[in-house]
Nanobody, 127 residues
Framework: QAQLVESGGGLVQPGGSLRLSCSASGFTNNPSAIAWLRQSPGKEREGVSV????????NYANSVKGRFRISRDNRLKTVYLQISNLRPEDTAIYYC????????????????????WGQGTQVTVSS
């Protein structure tokens, strides 16, 4: 699997928005389910959202539902995460990863055995 590269983070005020991008750095034969995860200092890594290989199915953590939107463009080998109405508790390093098993039923773990993530992109929400 090609290494994933995250970008698009930054410093925003509460209520602001960002669009994160996740790109495959090398040749990718077949699209895979991709998840966005995040990790804040002192906290465990948290699955945020997942999208199926075709983009037809998505799922979100309850903490971001209604504020975050995941999408993908397989021609560009890129997955996006539009994050809106940001809160200070959204501050974290955001990673994207391949999912060995992706769940699209509410309440299930979004991404099992994530792999291939890059350095991540920092999102800081502060006034």
């Amino acid at each position: 699997q090609a290494q994933l590269v995250e970008s698009g983070g930054g410093l925003v005020q509460p209520g602001g928005s960002l669009r994160l991008s996740c790109s495959a750095s090398g040749f990718t034969n077949n699209p895979s389910a991709i998840a966005w995860l995040r990790q804040s200092p002192g906290k465990e890594r948290e699955g945020v959202s997942v999208i199926s290989s075709s983009g037809s199915r998505t799922n979100y953590a309850n903490s971001v539902k209604g504020r975050f939107r995941i999408s993908r463009d397989n021609r560009l080998k890129t997955v996006y995460l539009q994050i809106s109405n940001l809160r200070p508790e959204d501050t974290a390093i955001y990673y994207c990863a391949y999912c060995a098993i992706a769940a699209f039923t509410p309440g299930e773990e979004l991404c099992v055995r994530p792999s291939g993530w890059g350095q991540g992109t920092q999102v800081t929400v502060s006034s």
